[in-house]
């Protein structure tokens, strides 16, 4: 989402509806298995969007769930509607949103998936972008995207995570003329009164056509590629600090543009991808796509049962009992992890995992460990995320 934006009254809808829904998506584990044809990374998801529409009961058991419920972003009024994802050839997705310049004749569409598991590792998709509608007059404040995103637990909460892989504005909008594109990661928010904390990146050229989407997100940065060229590095206090879910949307961010009847634009979507915890090219990730497909691999998912990392650590770690010597950890001149403490690169602190990634929630029974940080942190937990280096137990 650009910085510029005014309201997140949407992402606080889509808050409370994941936070329901996905309860179990939000602890991670460790016991992941070896994806048969790509060994390094923890575990992958690749969909290559073969439904006959959103009412395709595939598409709901591979984790897909098509937007129905009511709210922002976008145009006060606006229908969100499973009739506006189709999928007009095979191994194709189409969202359309179409609007007659007011609230009630707006349509918009999202696709989410159902679980909150995805946190570092590497994310793409091939899109396709479009600077003018399929009917209709031209000239709306048209918003096309890919993103994840996690559940914001109050104002300014230090643990919200965002990653705008792509807000493409063809005709511009939020103060800015068109084409426009952002890259923006999330530290956190206030919707009233609006104030948002985040960095970004952004290109003023058109990007009319297919292009392939990737980000990076391990060892402190997230960094951002269109087509093979990186255009954002981000790092800091803005790097995502718990799971978040793969979205999909296409809205209107007003009707100041509209002129005429009613008009029609579309984003199309190739396939998605992610690897947990793997860091992995652009030209890899297309290879990679590839290869699915030509071994008639429609959709994949072993997030949850994919094998132990090689790459980066993974974001969640069985804690050792013992320090690395065999003898108890040392934790006698460290503090206290606080939810609310900002910690720098190296600072130690003494933790008990909670069981289920929530802080407030019930301890996990493994005991007291030293955790060292490897970046600047404030509300990621240790052990639920890959910030914190364990140092055994106390």
Known sequence: MSPLRTSRSGTLSLAAVLLAASLSGVAMTTAWADEPAAAAECG??????NYSSSGDPALTSHGWVPRSYPGGPGVP??????????????????????????????????????QKRYFEGTYASRIRFSDTPAS????????????????????????????????????????????VNYQTTWYTY???????????????QSFNGWHDLVAQVSGGHVKYYIDGVLVGDHSGKYYP????????????????????????YAEQVDWVYYAKGGVFSPAEVTAKAAAYRQAGTAFLDTVDSGGTCTGPSPTATTSPTTSPTGQPT???????????????????????????????????????????????????EPGWTGVWEDLGRC
């Open 44 to 49: 992958t998801l690749f969909d290559d969007f």
């Open 77 to 114: 009024g606006a229908t969100w509607s499973p009739a506006q994802i189709t999928f007009p050839s095979s191994g194709i997705m189409q969202l359309s949103a179409s609007t007659d310049g007011t609230g009630a004749g707006t349509r918009q569409a999202e696709l989410y998936t159902n």
């Open 136 to 179: 209709g007059a031209d000239g709306d404040h048209i918003v096309q995207t890919f993103f994840t995103i996690s559940p914001l637990n109050g104002d300014l909460d230090p643990t919200y995570s965002e990653l705008d892989f792509t807000e493409y504005l063809p005709n511009g909008g939020w103060g800015e003329q068109g084409p």
């Open 190 to 204: 206030r919707a009233e009164p609006w104030f948002a904390d985040n960095v970004h990146s952004q290109q003023y």
């Open 241 to 264: 600090r718990q799971t978040m879910t793969i979205n999909f949307n296409l809205w209107f961010i007003d009707t100041a543009g509209h002129t005429g009847a009613m008009s029609t």
């Open 330 to 380: 040392d934790c006698g001149n460290a503090p206290d992890w606080s939810f609310g403490a900002v910690y720098q690169g190296a600072a130690l602190v003494v933790h008990e995992r909670s069981r289920a990634g929530d802080p407030s929630g019930p301890p996990s029974g493994d005991g007291e460990h030293l955790w060292r940080s490897k970046w600047w942190s404030q509300g990621s």
